[in-house]
Every structure is written in C-alpha cells, then in structure tokens.
C-alpha cells in the first residue's frame, strides 16, 4: 500500500490482491485497465485542479485507485461503476484505507450513458475519470449534456481518442468527436500517460483531455440539429459539403443553397468547418 502525507493508495499489489478476492479478471467489454501507479493518481487530481467545494463524478472508478487520490481533496465523489460487484467492493475499500473520508463518497451503480442529474444526488462540478476506451467519447458527451452543472473536466482515455477529442479544424483527426465535444467546452491535451501504470497493461497508450465548459454557439438551431449537420458532414469526408449534406438538405442544390446562405464554401469539406459554421448551416436547413 502507497502512502503519501497520510493519504493511502493502491499499488500494484493491492489491486490484484482485491481483483483476486473478488475473482475479478479485467475484461475488454468494460474497457476495465486498474491504475496502479500512485503518482499517476496525484498528477491526474493535481492537473484536474479540484477544491474542496468541488463535487468530482468518476465514471468507471474501478477499484478504487483514482477514488482514493480524489477524497480528500473535494467535498465528494460521486463514483457511477457499471459492473455490480466493483461497485459493491468500493464502499468497503474506502472504508478500510480512507476512513476518515468515507462520508464523502457515494457510489450510483449504473450505466454513465444513461445516468442524469437524479440518478446521481448531487450536481457534479468537475469530472475526473480515468475512461473506459469503448465509451470514452459517448460518456464524455453524454455527460456534459446531462449535468449542466459540469464546469470542467479532466479524463484519461485512449491516446488517439485524446488527440481527436483536442483537434483543431483543419487536422486529417479532425471530426465528430471533436466537433461535438467543442459545442460544450474549450478541449485540449494535457499530458500523455503510459501503458505501464496500469493493470492489465494495454496495448495502447493513454492521454490526459482537460474541459473547461462553455457556451454553445448563439444560434437558432437546437443542438440536435446541429449535431445532424455534423454527423452528415463527415460520413464521407472524401466528399464536398455539397455532397455530403445533399442527404440532409434533400438535394446536392439544396445543400449548396443552405451552405452560400450560411456563408460557408460548398467545395469545403468537413474538417475544415468550425462548430461555430456547422451552427449555422443548421440555421439554413431547407425548409
């Protein structure tokens, strides 16, 4: 067991004592890799710059690595773990290794893409995760739509989901998930992590993504409108908006119709756009 001034983490061998007594085997399906790096727990709440007014939801807290480094540092931690017997492993471990904090987690058993503010009993400020690989950007997403009380977030996910998550117009990893996640928050990178501070160690490496929420674009169009302009845009992006959007204006002449009235350029492609442009397409949709 890591200790660090009076703060007890799991290292690696605790994790696999735990996933031994409960028979667990990590499994892809769940996207579940144990942190069991102490340092890499601190540096992820450090870099999140939690307070202690904070209200922190972790999606996928596992064992409890991440969970333990995150108490004493904010009011509390609304853990969603999805696999029943993590989630009833928890309470108990915090218990054992963070007593003094314990008052200060709770923990919603539950799919995170479908969990909203009333599953939760509280209204999260910052979410701090360490993500599932196969659901990263639909929880991501999810969420930021969901709680509106998410100010910020700092999660570790795949290092190429983290690269398309933070990509600028104009970038060949330019897309929807980086187009979307925009809508909500300004996205960066904040650091990269390695395959070796986990448990099993996967085959890819890891990256830190920081989101400081914002205002969507001023635009008449809802967000699911948006968001359908969006998708057509790059389900072929070889393809000219022009030809990209014909399916969603009607006609390839209805598309071209739609993007000169939104200011946009109907050779232009995807990748090029920002979310404010999309914005405005959506405004022009036939009618």
Do not use: C
């Amino acid at each position: 067991m890591l200790d660090t001034g009076g703060m007890s983490l799991l290292g690696p061998v605790e994790v696999r004592a735990l996933a031994e007594k409960l028979n667990i085997r990590p499994t892809k399906k769940l996207g579940q890799n144990f942190v069991i790096d102490g340092g890499t727990v601190r540096r992820i709440v450090r870099v999140a710059e939690v307070t202690r007014e904070d209200v922190a939801i972790e999606v996928g807290p596992g064992l409890g690595s991440l969970t333990l480094a995150l108490l004493p540092e904010v009011a509390k931690v609304v853990a969603v773990e999805i696999d029943p017997t993590l989630a009833a492993q928890l309470p108990i471990t915090v218990a054992g290794m963070a007593s003094e904090h314990a008052d200060r987690l709770t923990v919603v058993h539950a799919d995170a893409l479908r969990v909203g503010v009333a599953d939760l009993g509280a209204a999260p400020t910052v979410l701090v995760a360490n993500l599932p690989y196969n659901v990263s950007v639909p929880v991501v997403l999810h969420l930021l739509e969901v709680l509106p009380s998410l100010r910020r977030g700092l999660v570790m996910v795949q290092a190429e989901v983290a690269d398309r998550l933070a990509a600028r117009p104009g970038s060949k990893i330019y897309g929807v998930p980086s187009v979307k996640a925009a809508w909500y928050a300004d996205v960066r990178r904040a650091g990269p992590v390695g395959r070796n501070v986990f448990w099993p160690a996967p085959n890819v490496d890891s990256g830190l993504v920081s989101l400081v929420r914002r205002d969507p674009p001023k635009t008449s169009a809802t967000r699911e409108e948006v968001f359908k302009v969006i998708d057509a845009a790059f389900a072929q992006r070889r393809k000219t908006l022009r030809a990209a959007l014909a399916s969603w204006a009607g006609t390839p002449a209805a598309a071209e119709e739609a993007l000169v009235e939104a200011g946009v350029d109907p050779s232009a492609r995807g990748e090029q756009l920002g979310v404010e442009d999309f914005a405005r397409i959506a405004e022009h949709r036939p009618a």
